[in-house]
């Protein structure tokens, strides 16, 4: 059974940084691509980074240079380091992987920027 977890959400200044962590297991070899989605109160869910097997990596307009996507090289963990956050990176944070065309979500993680 595949499971997707994630971790680190917490509540921050404007203009503070958080990591967030992601970790999968079971039984697979890894997930080819992964991402990290969030969701606002009252907003569909929306891409925020993804990262590619290849190295490939894309992000969301409104994080580009403040947030960075990575994963540890037995590709177990994907992470979202978040600088210089803002009131509107307030979400709950998704982590999702796909495999063979099916996505696995995790519970998500509430991220909460406020003064």
């Known amino acids: 059974q595949v499971q997707v977890v994630e971790s680190g959400g917490d509540l921050v200044e404007p203009g503070g940084s958080l990591r967030l962590s992601c970790t999968t297991s079971?039984?697979?070899?890894?997930?080819?691509?992964m991402a990290w989605y969030r969701q606002a109160p009252g907003e569909e869910r929306e891409l925020v980074a993804s990262?590619?097997?290849?190295?490939?990596?894309a992000y969301a307009d409104s994080v580009k240079g403040r947030f960075s996507i990575s994963r540890d090289k037995a590709r177990k963990f994907v992470y979202l380091q978040m600088n210089n956050l803002k009131t509107d990176d307030t979400a709950v944070y998704y982590c999702?992987?796909?495999?063979?065309?099916?996505?696995?979500w995790g519970q998500g993680t509430q991220v909460t920027v406020s003064p």
């Open positions: 079971g039984r697979y070899i890894s997930f080819p691509a």
């Open positions: 990262i590619h097997i290849n190295g490939d990596v």
């Open positions: 999702k992987g796909n495999l063979a065309g099916i996505d696995y």
